[in-house]
């Protein structure tokens, strides 16, 4: 139902030989307990390729020149629609198998940052998924409108455009515990989502352990710093 493969994005296949503490406890296990599963790490100028070949002309000139970090926030959805599998944040820590997730009947997995919004560094679907297409949709017409933000069209449009296909109205990120209450039991309803309720960094779909908040961003911040790569929210 899920292919099983995983994308994700950075400036050089080699991270995988990296021994930083971020990509040992991450990407690396990942790799490790997930042997059946095909991890694909596209660099910047595949990322960039990948987007000529599967966009409309018009479509991609209105990406070609805007970076690669929003650039990969429109990548991994044209990803998961056309070839399905699992997007996954290279800066995520992993300890859990993906094989926990593809059970039998499930078509997409859904987690939820808290009772904030959807998961938006985290994705698994089949293919063909048309939420995010929803998704896609909503993107370019935000672009053509001239809209620029790496997070409204990024996390916030992913958010919109999934409430508006599950719920048919478009619910912002926290719109309160009550309402995501109701969110979660109306997706309950659909026997081919898989829903988890995230905590990070402790409590994932793939990782589960007690390392804190601070150390984790530590591990974050040591890496980019070795990799020479402003963090996208231009903070570190």
């Known amino acids: 139902m899920i292919p099983k493969i995983v994308h994700m994005s950075w400036k050089s296949k080699d991270v995988i030989k ?13 790799i ?10 596209s660099t ?22 805007i970076g690669v970090v929003p650039q990969t926030d429109i990548w991994r959805l044209l990803k998961l629609f056309y070839e399905g599998g ?11 198998p993906l094989s926990n997730l593809t059970e039998s009947g499930v078509k997409w997995v859904l987690p939820t940052c808290e009772d904030n919004d959807f998961s938006h560094d985290f994705m698994m679907t089949s293919a063909g998924n048309p939420a995010i297409t929803n998704v896609i949709k909503l993107y370019f017409e935000r672009r053509r409108s001239g809209y620029d933000s790496v997070y409204f069209l ?7 455009g999934i409430t508006h296909s599950l ?31 995230e905590s990070l960094p402790n409590d994932t779909v793939i990782y589960q352990g007690d390392v804190s908040a601070v150390s984790w961003e530590a591990m974050k911040r040591q890496f980019y710093k070795e990799n020479q790569i402003k963090h996208w929210t231009g903070e570190w």
């Open 18 to 30: 990296s021994n930083a503490k971020l990509i040992k406890n991450g990407l690396r296990n990942l």
């Open 32 to 41: 490790e307990l997930n042997p059946d599963w095909r991890v694909e790490i």
């Open 44 to 65: 910047d100028e595949e990322v960039n390729a990948y987007l000529n070949k599967v966009l409309s002309e018009q479509d991609y000139a209105l990406v070609k020149n």
């Open 86 to 96: 699992a997007y996954i944040d290279i800066d995520r820590l992993c300890n859990k």
């Open 154 to 160: 990024g996390a916030q449009t992913y958010m919109h």
């Open 167 to 197: 719920f048919g109205e478009m619910i912002d990120t926290n719109p309160g515990k009550e309402k995501f209450e109701w969110m979660r039991n109306e997706i309950d309803k659909m026997p081919f989502i898989k829903l988890h309720r």
